[in-house]
């Protein structure tokens, strides 16, 4: 075997090994060991990521991790008069979550928004330790989000992210161009949004 095919075989793993990293640590997943206060559903205008997030927030709201529900999201969803939340807060008290269980945010245009326009929520029925619903590639972003914008507040986090599956997916995201396609979304809004630095901070 010649060196040139090691360094290719080399370069293969190197590559194969930083995507799988990638996968994990953007898919961050930390479901509480008891009950937390509430969970926050962040909206989304794409109706296949607005159903796994719905759906997702139900199962954790029906396995009895987060006796509440917040329902992010100001931006009118297609074809619809309903904001986002509006239309989640529909959802879920269709699927059985009763009404007063359901708390909506109804003016976020974006993720940062989705966190810091739920603060006066968390602060009004003093819940601090919230379990977070989002795509299960941009959780990363979410968890950092959150941070940032709850810093300080002695909030504790929990990831209990919608999957994307067949779309997207830890293990093999890399092999589709839609998988290419969501991270690529994701990974740079990282960087641009300062984000990396939250890793570190409480």
């Not at 997702?56 to 509440?68: I, K, M, S, T, W």
Request: net charge positive.
């Amino acid at each position: 075997m010649t060196a040139f095919v090691v360094f290719v075989l080399l370069l293969l793993i190197a590559v194969l090994l930083g995507c799988l990293a990638t996968g994990w640590c953007l898919d961050v997943h930390r479901p509480p060991t008891t009950p937390a206060d509430v969970a926050l559903v962040f909206g989304c205008g794409e109706p296949w990521k607005a159903d796994a997030r719905l759906r997702q927030g139900l199962a954790v709201f029906e396995a009895g991790l987060a006796p509440h529900l917040i329902v992010s999201g100001g931006v009118k969803m297609p074809g619809r008069e309903q904001t986002e939340a509006e239309w989640f807060a529909e959802w879920l008290v269709a699927h059985g979550v009763p009404s007063e269980r359901v708390h909506l945010e109804n003016r976020a245009t974006n993720t940062a928004e989705n966190a810091a326009f739920s603060w006066p929520i968390l602060e009004t029925h003093g819940w601090r330790r919230v379990v977070l619903v989002m795509s299960d590639f941009e959780g990363l972003r979410a968890h950092l989000t959150a941070r940032r914008a709850w810093e300080g507040k002695s909030v504790t986090l929990y990831d209990m992210h919608a999957s994307s599956w067949p779309r997207w997916s830890r293990w093999g995201w890399w092999t589709s161009a839609e998988g290419w396609r969501l991270t690529n979304h994701t990974v740079p809004r990282l960087f641009r949004y300062r984000l990396l630095p939250y890793l570190w901070r409480r």
